[in-house]
Protein backbone atom coordinates (compact mmCIF):
# COMPACT_ATOMS: atom_id res chain seq x y z
CA UNK A 1 0.00 0.00 0.00
CA UNK A 2 1.89 3.39 -1.03
CA UNK A 3 2.08 6.60 1.24
CA UNK A 4 2.27 8.89 -1.26
CA UNK A 5 5.39 10.66 -0.92
CA UNK A 6 5.47 14.30 -1.98
CA UNK A 7 9.72 13.83 -2.32
CA UNK A 8 9.10 11.46 -5.26
CA UNK A 9 7.58 14.63 -7.22
CA UNK A 10 10.67 14.54 -9.55
CA UNK A 11 9.95 10.82 -10.66
CA UNK A 12 7.12 9.78 -13.06
CA UNK A 13 7.19 5.73 -13.73
CA UNK A 14 3.94 4.07 -13.15
CA UNK A 15 3.32 0.05 -12.61
CA UNK A 16 0.49 -2.07 -12.28
CA UNK A 17 0.74 -4.74 -9.95
CA UNK A 18 -2.15 -7.11 -11.08
CA UNK A 19 -5.23 -4.79 -9.42
CA UNK A 20 -3.16 -2.70 -7.40
CA UNK A 21 -1.25 0.28 -9.13
CA UNK A 22 1.96 0.98 -7.15
CA UNK A 23 3.32 4.52 -8.34
CA UNK A 24 6.77 5.49 -7.80
CA UNK A 25 6.16 9.47 -8.81
CA UNK A 26 3.57 11.40 -9.40
CA UNK A 27 0.38 9.30 -10.52
CA UNK A 28 -0.70 10.52 -13.99
CA UNK A 29 1.66 12.95 -15.08
CA UNK A 30 0.35 14.62 -18.33
CA UNK A 31 2.75 13.27 -20.74
CA UNK A 32 4.67 10.66 -18.40
CA UNK A 33 4.97 6.85 -19.81
CA UNK A 34 3.21 4.14 -18.23
CA UNK A 35 0.31 5.94 -17.30
CA UNK A 36 -2.33 5.97 -20.63
CA UNK A 37 -3.46 2.83 -19.59
CA UNK A 38 -4.45 3.77 -16.23
CA UNK A 39 -6.08 6.97 -17.66
CA UNK A 40 -8.26 5.53 -20.00
CA UNK A 41 -9.23 3.21 -17.49
CA UNK A 42 -10.81 5.71 -15.09
CA UNK A 43 -12.01 7.66 -17.45
CA UNK A 44 -13.95 4.97 -19.31
CA UNK A 45 -15.26 3.55 -15.81
CA UNK A 46 -16.58 7.11 -14.49
CA UNK A 47 -18.34 8.30 -17.77
CA UNK A 48 -19.85 4.76 -17.78
CA UNK A 49 -20.76 5.10 -14.31
CA UNK A 50 -22.65 8.83 -14.62
CA UNK A 51 -24.22 7.78 -17.88
CA UNK A 52 -26.08 5.26 -15.58
CA UNK A 53 -26.41 7.16 -12.38
CA UNK A 54 -26.13 10.71 -13.00
CA UNK A 55 -28.23 12.78 -10.94
CA UNK A 56 -30.58 14.97 -12.62
CA UNK A 57 -30.16 18.32 -11.06
CA UNK A 58 -32.01 21.58 -12.68
CA UNK A 59 -28.56 23.31 -13.29
CA UNK A 60 -27.52 20.24 -15.94
CA UNK A 61 -30.75 20.94 -17.82
CA UNK A 62 -29.39 23.91 -19.15
CA UNK A 63 -25.86 24.78 -20.98
CA UNK A 64 -26.82 28.58 -20.10
CA UNK A 65 -23.80 30.25 -18.74
CA UNK A 66 -25.15 32.27 -16.57
CA UNK A 67 -27.41 29.82 -14.70
CA UNK A 68 -24.46 27.15 -14.99
CA UNK A 69 -22.57 30.33 -13.04
CA UNK A 70 -25.15 30.80 -10.52
CA UNK A 71 -24.95 27.12 -9.37
CA UNK A 72 -21.39 26.83 -8.57
CA UNK A 73 -21.58 29.82 -6.55
CA UNK A 74 -24.31 28.70 -4.25
CA UNK A 75 -23.16 24.74 -4.14
CA UNK A 76 -19.77 26.39 -2.77
CA UNK A 77 -19.72 25.03 0.56
CA UNK A 78 -23.45 24.29 0.80
CA UNK A 79 -25.19 20.93 0.24
CA UNK A 80 -27.16 20.29 -3.25
CA UNK A 81 -30.42 19.87 -1.47
CA UNK A 82 -30.24 22.94 0.13
CA UNK A 83 -29.13 25.14 -3.31
CA UNK A 84 -32.35 23.28 -5.51
CA UNK A 85 -34.68 26.12 -3.85
CA UNK A 86 -32.82 28.51 -3.87
CA UNK A 87 -31.46 28.24 -7.34
CA UNK A 88 -34.95 28.17 -9.08
CA UNK A 89 -36.10 31.03 -7.16
CA UNK A 90 -32.70 33.29 -7.83
CA UNK A 91 -33.43 32.41 -11.44
CA UNK A 92 -36.57 33.52 -10.98
CA UNK A 93 -35.41 36.78 -9.24
CA UNK A 94 -33.16 37.67 -11.68
CA UNK A 95 -33.41 35.50 -15.10
CA UNK A 96 -30.42 37.07 -16.60
CA UNK A 97 -26.92 38.80 -15.56
CA UNK A 98 -28.17 41.83 -16.83
CA UNK A 99 -31.39 41.60 -14.26
CA UNK A 100 -28.75 40.62 -11.52
CA UNK A 101 -26.45 43.74 -11.98
CA UNK A 102 -29.14 46.13 -12.66
CA UNK A 103 -30.95 44.74 -9.14
CA UNK A 104 -30.28 47.07 -5.30
CA UNK A 105 -27.62 44.89 -3.06
CA UNK A 106 -30.06 44.44 -0.66
CA UNK A 107 -32.71 42.89 -3.22
CA UNK A 108 -30.07 40.29 -3.82
CA UNK A 109 -29.28 39.81 -0.59
CA UNK A 110 -32.58 38.92 0.42
CA UNK A 111 -32.95 36.26 -2.60
CA UNK A 112 -29.92 34.47 -1.08
CA UNK A 113 -31.40 35.20 2.70
CA UNK A 114 -31.21 31.67 4.78
CA UNK A 115 -28.16 30.05 2.10
CA UNK A 116 -25.26 31.90 4.27
CA UNK A 117 -21.94 32.74 3.44
CA UNK A 118 -23.30 36.19 2.20
CA UNK A 119 -20.31 37.32 0.96
CA UNK A 120 -21.21 34.96 -2.23
CA UNK A 121 -24.30 37.20 -2.90
CA UNK A 122 -22.18 39.99 -2.63
CA UNK A 123 -18.99 39.02 -5.29
CA UNK A 124 -21.80 37.66 -7.57
CA UNK A 125 -23.71 40.98 -7.40
CA UNK A 126 -20.17 42.66 -8.24
CA UNK A 127 -19.51 40.23 -10.65
CA UNK A 128 -22.43 40.40 -12.84
CA UNK A 129 -22.34 44.14 -12.52
CA UNK A 130 -18.44 43.71 -13.95
CA UNK A 131 -19.57 40.99 -17.35
CA UNK A 132 -22.28 43.69 -18.07
CA UNK A 133 -20.00 46.77 -18.50
CA UNK A 134 -16.63 44.87 -19.56
CA UNK A 135 -17.92 41.24 -21.21
CA UNK A 136 -20.93 42.29 -23.28
CA UNK A 137 -23.36 40.40 -20.72
CA UNK A 138 -21.47 37.66 -21.75
CA UNK A 139 -19.67 35.03 -19.09
CA UNK A 140 -16.10 34.94 -20.09
CA UNK A 141 -14.93 31.51 -21.59
CA UNK A 142 -11.65 31.72 -20.71
CA UNK A 143 -9.52 31.08 -17.29
CA UNK A 144 -7.54 33.97 -17.35
CA UNK A 145 -11.20 36.80 -17.68
CA UNK A 146 -13.00 33.78 -15.26
CA UNK A 147 -10.12 34.36 -12.50
CA UNK A 148 -11.05 38.23 -12.47
CA UNK A 149 -14.62 38.12 -11.71
CA UNK A 150 -14.94 38.18 -7.69
CA UNK A 151 -15.72 35.01 -5.87
CA UNK A 152 -14.55 33.22 -8.88
CA UNK A 153 -11.38 30.59 -8.54
CA UNK A 154 -9.80 27.85 -10.33
CA UNK A 155 -12.20 25.33 -9.40
CA UNK A 156 -15.46 27.79 -9.95
CA UNK A 157 -13.75 28.88 -13.29
CA UNK A 158 -12.83 25.12 -14.18
CA UNK A 159 -16.64 23.89 -13.98
CA UNK A 160 -18.03 26.72 -16.43
CA UNK A 161 -15.57 26.40 -18.37
CA UNK A 162 -16.33 22.75 -18.87
CA UNK A 163 -19.96 22.39 -17.93
CA UNK A 164 -21.11 25.72 -19.68
CA UNK A 165 -18.76 25.84 -22.48
CA UNK A 166 -17.25 21.64 -22.63
CA UNK A 167 -13.69 22.98 -22.89
CA UNK A 168 -10.72 20.69 -21.68
CA UNK A 169 -10.75 22.42 -17.53
CA UNK A 170 -10.02 20.49 -14.68
CA UNK A 171 -11.91 21.20 -11.50
CA UNK A 172 -10.75 20.56 -7.65
CA UNK A 173 -13.31 21.39 -5.25
CA UNK A 174 -14.10 19.53 -1.98
CA UNK A 175 -15.26 16.28 -3.34
CA UNK A 176 -12.48 15.79 -6.31
CA UNK A 177 -9.88 16.82 -3.66
CA UNK A 178 -11.11 13.49 -1.55
CA UNK A 179 -11.75 11.23 -4.71
CA UNK A 180 -8.35 11.48 -5.86
CA UNK A 181 -6.78 11.44 -2.45
CA UNK A 182 -7.77 8.08 -1.96
CA UNK A 183 -7.77 7.07 -5.63
CA UNK A 184 -4.12 7.42 -5.30
CA UNK A 185 -3.77 6.81 -1.47
CA UNK A 186 -2.44 10.86 -1.25
CA UNK A 187 -1.74 10.80 2.69
CA UNK A 188 -0.57 14.76 2.98
CA UNK A 189 -2.77 17.50 3.82
CA UNK A 190 -4.81 18.78 0.70
CA UNK A 191 -4.76 21.96 1.64
CA UNK A 192 -0.73 22.15 0.98
CA UNK A 193 0.20 23.60 -1.38
CA UNK A 194 2.16 21.48 -2.58
CA UNK A 195 -0.23 18.67 -2.24
CA UNK A 196 -3.03 20.47 -4.11
CA UNK A 197 -0.55 21.16 -6.96
CA UNK A 198 -0.33 17.45 -7.23
CA UNK A 199 -4.19 17.23 -7.39
CA UNK A 200 -4.32 20.00 -9.96
CA UNK A 201 -2.14 17.66 -12.07
CA UNK A 202 -4.17 15.05 -11.64
CA UNK A 203 -7.14 16.55 -12.31
CA UNK A 204 -6.23 18.16 -15.12
CA UNK A 205 -4.21 14.68 -16.70
CA UNK A 206 -7.66 12.43 -16.66
CA UNK A 207 -10.05 15.20 -18.46
CA UNK A 208 -10.87 12.92 -21.41
CA UNK A 209 -10.91 15.27 -24.71
CA UNK A 210 -14.43 15.67 -25.86
CA UNK A 211 -15.94 14.64 -22.81
CA UNK A 212 -15.05 17.38 -19.64
CA UNK A 213 -18.41 18.23 -19.08
CA UNK A 214 -19.43 14.86 -18.20
CA UNK A 215 -16.43 13.77 -16.70
CA UNK A 216 -16.26 16.97 -14.34
CA UNK A 217 -20.02 16.03 -13.38
CA UNK A 218 -19.34 12.51 -12.79
CA UNK A 219 -16.80 13.89 -10.28
CA UNK A 220 -18.76 15.62 -8.16
CA UNK A 221 -21.57 12.84 -8.04
CA UNK A 222 -18.96 10.33 -7.51
CA UNK A 223 -17.82 12.63 -4.47
CA UNK A 224 -21.30 13.57 -2.79
CA UNK A 225 -22.59 10.22 -3.72
CA UNK A 226 -20.40 7.75 -3.44
CA UNK A 227 -16.71 8.90 -1.66
CA UNK A 228 -18.29 10.59 0.99
CA UNK A 229 -16.12 11.86 3.92
CA UNK A 230 -17.68 9.24 5.97
CA UNK A 231 -19.05 5.68 5.68
CA UNK A 232 -17.78 5.68 1.52
CA UNK A 233 -20.29 2.92 -0.07
CA UNK A 234 -16.25 1.46 -1.82
CA UNK A 235 -18.29 -1.90 -2.94
CA UNK A 236 -20.68 0.83 -5.45
CA UNK A 237 -17.97 2.80 -6.92
CA UNK A 238 -16.94 2.30 -10.21
CA UNK A 239 -13.25 2.78 -9.67
CA UNK A 240 -12.84 0.36 -6.44
CA UNK A 241 -10.40 -2.12 -7.95
CA UNK A 242 -7.88 0.80 -9.41
CA UNK A 243 -8.41 2.72 -5.76
CA UNK A 244 -6.04 2.57 -3.39
CA UNK A 245 -7.37 3.88 -0.65
CA UNK A 246 -9.87 1.34 -1.10
CA UNK A 247 -7.49 -1.70 -1.17
CA UNK A 248 -5.82 -0.60 2.29
CA UNK A 249 -9.00 -1.04 3.69
CA UNK A 250 -9.24 2.25 5.53
CA UNK A 251 -10.64 4.71 2.24
CA UNK A 252 -11.55 6.96 5.26
CA UNK A 253 -8.01 7.84 6.06
CA UNK A 254 -7.79 9.41 2.92
CA UNK A 255 -7.21 12.45 3.24
CA UNK A 256 -5.64 13.04 6.26
CA UNK A 257 -8.18 14.80 8.91
CA UNK A 258 -7.49 17.51 10.39
CA UNK A 259 -8.12 18.36 14.10
CA UNK A 260 -10.95 20.77 14.29
CA UNK A 261 -10.36 24.22 16.62
CA UNK A 262 -12.57 24.60 19.58
CA UNK A 263 -14.90 27.01 18.34
CA UNK A 264 -15.51 31.00 20.94
CA UNK A 265 -18.65 31.13 22.20
CA UNK A 266 -20.15 34.60 22.33
CA UNK A 267 -22.85 35.75 24.22
CA UNK A 268 -24.41 39.09 23.50
CA UNK A 269 -27.94 41.40 23.53
CA UNK A 270 -30.35 42.87 21.65
CA UNK A 271 -33.21 44.82 21.94
CA UNK A 272 -36.43 45.00 20.05
CA UNK A 273 -36.99 48.50 20.38
CA UNK A 274 -40.33 49.87 19.85
CA UNK A 275 -41.80 53.14 19.16
CA UNK A 276 -45.83 53.34 17.11
CA UNK A 277 -45.83 49.68 15.39
CA UNK A 278 -42.29 50.66 14.35
CA UNK A 279 -39.02 49.13 15.42
CA UNK A 280 -35.72 50.37 14.96
CA UNK A 281 -32.90 48.58 12.58
CA UNK A 282 -29.30 49.02 11.93
CA UNK A 283 -27.70 47.73 8.38
CA UNK A 284 -24.34 46.37 8.49
CA UNK A 285 -21.45 47.31 6.42
CA UNK A 286 -21.36 46.12 2.79
CA UNK A 287 -17.88 44.67 3.56
CA UNK A 288 -17.49 41.78 6.44
CA UNK A 289 -19.27 39.09 8.52
CA UNK A 290 -23.34 39.31 6.97
CA UNK A 291 -22.34 42.64 5.00
CA UNK A 292 -25.18 44.49 3.63
CA UNK A 293 -28.38 42.60 5.91
CA UNK A 294 -30.46 44.28 8.64
CA UNK A 295 -30.22 43.58 12.36
CA UNK A 296 -32.07 44.88 15.78
CA UNK A 297 -29.45 46.52 17.88
CA UNK A 298 -27.00 44.22 19.55
CA UNK A 299 -23.92 44.50 21.43
CA UNK A 300 -21.19 42.23 22.70
CA UNK A 301 -22.37 42.53 26.32
CA UNK A 302 -23.17 39.91 28.84
CA UNK A 303 -24.80 42.41 31.43
CA UNK A 304 -28.47 41.77 31.02
CA UNK A 305 -29.55 43.73 34.19
CA UNK A 306 -32.17 45.57 32.83
CA UNK A 307 -30.67 49.28 34.50
CA UNK A 308 -27.61 48.94 33.07
CA UNK A 309 -28.75 47.52 29.85
CA UNK A 310 -31.09 51.09 29.34
CA UNK A 311 -27.75 53.01 30.78
CA UNK A 312 -25.79 51.11 27.98
CA UNK A 313 -28.96 52.42 24.87
CA UNK A 314 -28.86 55.59 26.38
CA UNK A 315 -24.84 55.94 25.57
CA UNK A 316 -24.95 53.88 22.07
CA UNK A 317 -27.89 55.19 21.05
CA UNK A 318 -28.91 58.37 22.18
CA UNK A 319 -32.29 57.46 23.55
CA UNK A 320 -33.69 56.33 26.82
CA UNK A 321 -35.72 53.58 26.66
CA UNK A 322 -37.73 51.36 29.22
CA UNK A 323 -36.39 48.14 29.14
CA UNK A 324 -39.39 45.48 29.46
CA UNK A 325 -39.56 41.25 29.26
CA UNK A 326 -37.44 39.22 27.29
CA UNK A 327 -38.89 38.07 24.23
CA UNK A 328 -36.21 34.79 23.63
CA UNK A 329 -32.82 33.66 23.87
CA UNK A 330 -31.70 32.60 20.54
CA UNK A 331 -28.13 30.51 19.23
CA UNK A 332 -26.80 30.14 15.93
CA UNK A 333 -23.43 28.63 15.27
CA UNK A 334 -21.47 30.03 12.72
CA UNK A 335 -17.92 29.07 11.12
CA UNK A 336 -15.88 30.44 13.26
CA UNK A 337 -18.18 31.18 16.56
CA UNK A 338 -21.37 30.10 18.05
CA UNK A 339 -23.34 32.80 19.14
CA UNK A 340 -26.09 33.28 22.16
CA UNK A 341 -28.18 36.09 21.78
CA UNK A 342 -30.44 37.62 24.61
CA UNK A 343 -33.14 40.35 23.28
CA UNK A 344 -35.47 41.91 25.04
CA UNK A 345 -38.32 43.92 24.37
CA UNK A 346 -37.72 48.08 24.56
CA UNK A 347 -40.37 51.06 24.91
CA UNK A 348 -39.18 54.53 23.70
CA UNK A 349 -39.47 57.14 26.19
CA UNK A 350 -37.37 59.69 24.33
CA UNK A 351 -34.38 60.50 21.68
CA UNK A 352 -34.51 59.85 18.36
CA UNK A 353 -31.96 56.80 18.07
CA UNK A 354 -29.49 55.37 15.59
CA UNK A 355 -30.74 53.32 12.61
CA UNK A 356 -34.04 53.81 10.37
CA UNK A 357 -37.65 52.76 12.28
CA UNK A 358 -39.05 50.18 9.91
CA UNK A 359 -43.03 49.33 10.10
CA UNK A 360 -43.51 45.69 11.96
CA UNK A 361 -45.44 44.26 9.26
CA UNK A 362 -42.34 45.24 6.34
CA UNK A 363 -39.86 43.03 8.17
CA UNK A 364 -40.25 40.56 5.72
CA UNK A 365 -39.01 42.69 3.25
CA UNK A 366 -35.53 43.55 4.40
CA UNK A 367 -32.38 40.79 4.36
CA UNK A 368 -31.34 39.19 7.53
CA UNK A 369 -29.56 36.57 9.07
CA UNK A 370 -30.98 33.17 10.68
CA UNK A 371 -30.79 35.07 13.91
CA UNK A 372 -32.59 38.15 13.26
CA UNK A 373 -34.76 36.81 11.22
CA UNK A 374 -36.02 34.39 13.67
CA UNK A 375 -36.55 37.68 15.84
CA UNK A 376 -38.56 39.62 13.26
CA UNK A 377 -40.90 36.40 13.25
CA UNK A 378 -40.83 36.25 16.53
CA UNK A 379 -42.13 39.95 16.49
CA UNK A 380 -44.98 39.74 14.16
CA UNK A 381 -46.29 36.63 15.37
CA UNK A 382 -46.66 37.84 18.74
CA UNK A 383 -48.13 40.91 18.31
CA UNK A 384 -48.76 40.66 22.55
CA UNK A 385 -44.77 41.61 22.57
CA UNK A 386 -45.22 44.79 21.24
CA UNK A 387 -47.89 46.69 22.77
Known sequence: MLQFDLALMSRSSSTNNGNQIILSGPPLQKGGRGDLELRKKIQKKLLRWFKKNGRGLPWRKTQDPYAIWISEIMLQQTQVSTVI????????????????????LSKV?????????YSRARNLHRAAQI???????KVPDNLQDLLSLPGVGRSTAGAILS??????????????KRVFSR???????????????????????????????????ALMDLGSVICTPKDPRCPWCPLHNLCQGYLSRKPESYPPRTIKKLIPRITAVSVVIEKDKKVLLNQRPTRGLLGGLWEFPNWKIEERRRLMLRNHIKKEMGMNVEVKELIGTFRQTFSHFKLTLHVYHCQTINGKGKGRWIPIQNLHLLPMSRTHRRIAETVVKNPNKIP
Open 109 to 117: LKAWEGLGY
Open 85 to 104: PYYQKFLRTFPTIRHLAKAN
Open 163 to 176: LAYNKEAPILDGNA
Open 183 to 217: LFAISSNPVKSKTEGLLWQISESLIPKGHSNSFNQ
Open 131 to 137: VSSHFRG
